[in-house]
């Protein structure tokens, strides 16, 4: 239920999909979300 609603939030947040990895190297994709606290430090700034 969760997944459906955080989809359609992301979509209309508009946020990028994942990244495909290389064909060489597909452990080394490291994928950066920041955290709530760090949106704030962006707003307050």
């Known amino acids: ?7 359609h939030v992301l979509r209309l947040m508009r946020v ?3 990244p495909t ?6 452990n080394s994709v ?3 979300r920041a955290g709530d606290n760090y949106y704030k430090l ?4």
């Open 1 to 7: 239920m969760f997944e459906g609603l955080r989809t």
């Open 16 to 18: 990028p999909p994942a």
């Open 21 to 26: 990895p290389l064909l060489g190297a597909p």
């Open 30 to 32: 490291r994928i950066f």
């Open 42 to 45: 962006r707003l307050f700034g």
